[in-house]
């Protein structure tokens, strides 16, 4: 078993490098990818001619070395890149819209400003109860399928 782990030995660290290269393309984690660097480390110690042994203490040192030095910065500089944009509800504060279906304490509709019609209520903060049709209004919450408004005039948020 020593002579075979001695002879094929970068061929099985060929193949770890590659697995952990093909793990990492599914996790994009970065840590399978310094696991794959630092069996790229117990490969090179393998054709230099190392025991099987010390390839794989040099394999794991490398990568654990390798997951709390390079990695931490790597997640930083990949994660500062991030769309700004707000998306789904988010995106939905603070649009204004125009009352398609009067506004009562049980409800109505609004067309936002994105082309989005709404099931609509006044919300609480407002001061009226009612809002008429075709007067502006603004989207201060989200609940649901309903969206909460206050009239455009006077913004409460």
Same mark, same amino acid.
């Given at each position: 078993?020593?002579?075979?782990?001695?002879?094929?030995?970068?061929?099985?660290?060929?193949?770890?490098?590659?697995?952990?290269?093909?793990?990492?393309?599914?996790?994009?984690?970065?840590?399978?990818?310094?696991?794959?660097?630092g069996?790229?480390?117990?490969?090179?110690?393998?054709?230099?001619?190392?025991?099987?042994?010390?390839?794989?203490?040099?394999?794991?040192?490398?990568?654990?070395?390798?997951?709390?030095?390079?990695r931490?910065?790597?997640?930083?500089?990949?994660?500062?890149?991030?769309?700004?944009?707000?998306?789904?509800?988010?995106?939905?504060?603070?649009?204004?819209?125009?009352?398609?279906?009067?506004?009562?304490?049980? #409800?109505?509709? $609004?067309?936002?400003?994105?082309? &989005?019609?709404? =099931? %609509?209520? +006044?919300? @609480? !903060?407002?001061?009226?109860?009612?809002v008429?049709? #075709?007067?502006? $209004?603004?989207?201060?919450?989200? &609940?649901?399928? =309903? %969206?909460? +408004?206050? @009239? !455009?005039?006077?913004?409460?948020?």
């Amino acid at each position: 078993m020593v002579e075979f782990l001695a002879s094929y030995a970068w061929t099985i660290w060929l193949a770890l490098v590659l697995v952990f290269l093909i793990v990492e393309m599914f996790s994009l984690e970065f840590t399978f990818l310094m696991i794959s660097l630092g069996s790229l480390g117990g490969l090179v110690s393998s054709l230099v001619g190392v025991p099987w042994l010390l390839q794989i203490v040099i394999a794991a040192v490398l990568s654990v070395l390798l997951i709390f030095t390079i990695r931490p910065p790597l997640l930083r500089a990949l994660r500062r890149g991030g769309d700004s944009a707000k998306s789904n509800i988010d995106a939905l504060i603070g649009l204004e819209g125009v009352v398609t279906t009067r506004l009562t304490g049980s #409800g109505g509709h $609004v067309k936002l400003s994105n082309g &989005d019609v709404w =099931t %609509a209520r +006044v919300s @609480p !903060a407002a001061d009226s109860a009612d809002v008429d049709l #075709g007067q502006r $209004v603004l989207v201060t919450a989200i &609940d649901g399928a =309903t %969206a909460f +408004v206050v @009239p !455009a005039e006077r913004t409460v948020l």
